[in-house]
């Protein structure tokens, strides 16, 4: 009877968990005992909290273009503008959120090379800031329905709501080695259809280290 009792208590408490929506901010030391009033922050998540509708996915036809002529084609996701900055990468298995909201990625386009992105969603508070960083994201798969109770929202939403673009189906194994051999890797994507826009920006730009 009181394992009975027990199992009970836990489906009552992970009943209670579902059930509760999800604050806003990041509160540190709001589950200590003996912490009375923390202190709250905002979060990059606060911006999905509120919001009961997901954006759709277009999955429009993309481009992502190289300053040494190189381009790959994909599908956008996020929000629909143009991205451009110096390529950077991060082999992380997990941990995009954190990454997304990590500020050394300022001005950057971040690529992603685990095959799968957004497997779990997008959490509240747990994020590195209160902002999304990189100028965009590149990844080979992007997973638009996430698996995970705690989700509040995809990877797509998550940069929609941050004004932030991306672009899957790129090989970023192959994208990855150009970067590992040439260093600074200026990059530029956006709708297929803005190719010739694209160039001439892509041809104006200029290296991080000689701004």
């Known amino acids: 009877m009181k394992s009975l009792s027990m199992i009970n208590r836990l489906f009552q408490a992970a009943s209670l968990m579902s059930e509760n929506p999800p604050g806003r901010g990041f509160t540190p030391g ?28 277009s999955g429009a036809d993309g481009l992502l273009l190289l300053a040494d002529g190189t381009r790959y084609r994909g599908r956008l996701f996020g929000a629909p503008k143009i991205a451009e900055g110096e390529l950077v990468f991060t082999t992380g298995m997990a ?3 954190e990454s997304l909201t990590d500020p050394s990625f300022a001005g950057q386009v971040l690529t992603f090379t685990w095959p ?8 509240a508070g747990t994020s590195e800031s209160a902002g999304v960083w990189p100028r965009g994201v590149v990844c080979r798969q992007l997973m638009e329905v996430p698996d995970h109770r705690d989700a509040i929202g995809s990877v797509h939403d998550f940069l929609f709501a941050h004004e932030v673009p991306g672009i899957q ?10 970067v590992r051999e040439h260093g600074t890797v200026l990059c530029i994507f956006g709708p297929a259809e803005a190719e010739r826009e694209m160039l001439v920006r892509l ?3 200029t290296p991080p280290d000689t701004e």
């Open 95 to 97: 941990g995009y959120q």
């Open 30 to 57: 709001a589950d200590v005992s003996g912490v009375n009033n923390p202190p709250s922050f905002p979060d990059a998540a606060d911006a999905l909290v509120d919001s009961n509708t997901p954006e759709p996915l």
């Open 203 to 205: 041809d104006e730009m």
């Open 169 to 178: 189906d790129i090989d970023t194994r192959e994208l990855t080695r150009r």
């Open 116 to 123: 799968l992105l957004g497997n779990y969603g997008v959490h």
